[in-house]
């Protein structure tokens, strides 16, 4: 396990500018189970040079808009976005996914998650962005989906924290996703963290 650069040389990070991201954002009250595998993961965690991500900047990154740093987009344009991606998800109910299992990763730990319905919210955003600000905003692919828990700041055996957190319990829990929040999203190197501004939210159909 190797550092995380939150200021890296190259990459939306390297000057320091905020971006805006689409992103599902867990309810730790709602879904309490999700609340006690995440605590539980923070205690496996412990000891290690790994920066826990708080509560509040928990998140699953599903789209970004790229093609300009939030500074350059005014309050129109982000009203746009929204109701583009409104428009998109309109007959999308909200769903219910697995999360879990927690793993160590190169740069920290994540929790993994179910794919295929996320995948598909992911393309509708997606398709959303490009056709508002074209194909140059859809610059982020997230492969696998997944919930960062833990940005590391040191060197530390990957393994070792693969088997504290296999031991964790639970080891998966259900996840509600009801909604898609736009957020304006920049790091903060000295806390070792991401700091959020809330921006707007798309409830899915129903919610």
């Not at 190797?2 to 890296?8: A, D, G, I, L, V």
């Not at 971006?19 to 995440?38: G, I, K, S």
């Not at 955003?125 to 700041?153: K, M």
Request: net charge negative; aromatic share 6%.
């Amino acid at each position: 396990m190797k550092p995380f650069e939150f200021r890296p040389a190259q990459g939306p990070w390297s000057t320091g500018e905020t971006w805006l991201f689409f992103c599902a954002v867990p309810d730790l009250a709602r879904d309490t189970a999700l609340a006690e595998l995440f605590q539980g993961c923070r205690e496996a965690m412990a000891g290690f040079p790994i920066a826990p991500v708080p509560d509040e900047t928990l998140r699953v990154t599903l789209a970004q808009v790229g093609d300009a740093p939030a500074a350059q987009i005014d309050q129109e344009q982000r009203a746009a976005l929204l109701e583009a991606v409104r428009s998109r998800l309109s007959t999308v109910e909200p769903f219910s996914i697995t999360a879990g299992s927690p793993l160590a990763y190169a740069t920290g730990a994540l929790c993994d998650l179910e794919d295929e319905p996320l995948q598909h919210l992911i393309g509708l955003i997606r398709s959303a962005v490009r056709e508002l600000r074209g194909a140059e905003a859809d610059t982020f692919h997230p492969g696998v989906t997944h919930l960062t828990l833990g940005y590391a700041h040191a060197e530390a055996s990957t393994d070792d924290l693969a088997r504290r957190l296999r031991r964790v319990r639970p080891s998966h829990a259900r996840m509600q996703i009801d909604a898609v929040h736009l957020l304006e999203v920049g790091t903060d190197p000295q806390a070792r963290a991401f700091r959020l501004k809330p921006v707007g939210v798309v409830p899915l159909s129903g919610a």
